[in-house]
């Protein structure tokens, strides 16, 4: 399974961002998927992650303004970011679990996308 995560970029605060998550060689229908970021100097931490049947799951940093979802038809999941604000400056990353829960840990994962650079000036 190969995931390839995109839509990064640099946006003011107050603006928004949607990224992409695109799986190849499996699907995301029947597993959890998350978002996860790692800032410069700190330890990479989850954002948000979509169960198998739909549950949604955010960091309380970014809950009212982070919509994960997914979209069967095209094998994909998708991370919206709304009000963006400097401090959610990092890398993302998408990644994907071979079993049906939510998982905050990250080892928990077992497939990851490369990485999308997002960068909110203030």
């Not at 949604?56 to 982070?66: C, E, L, M, P, W």
């Not at 999941?77 to 905050?104: E, H």
């Not at 080892?107 to 000036?121: I, N, R």
Request: hydrophobic share 30%; aromatic share 14%; proline share 2%.
């Amino acid at each position: 399974v190969q995931l390839q995560a995109s839509g990064g970029g640099l946006v003011q605060a107050g603006g928004s961002l949607r990224l992409s998550c695109a799986a190849s060689g499996g699907t995301f229908s029947r597993y959890a998927t998350g978002w996860f970021r790692q800032a410069p100097g700190k330890e990479r931490e989850v954002v948000a992650g979509i169960d198998r049947s739909g549950l949604t799951y955010y960091a309380d940093s970014v809950k009212g303004r982070f919509t994960i979802f997914r979209d069967n038809g095209e094998n994909s999941v998708y991370l919206q970011m709304n009000s963006l604000k400097p401090g959610d400056t990092a890398v993302y990353y998408c990644a994907r679990r071979t079993g049906i829960y939510y998982s905050w840990k990250s080892e928990d994962y077992d497939y990851w996308g490369q990485g999308t650079q997002v960068t909110v000036s203030s």
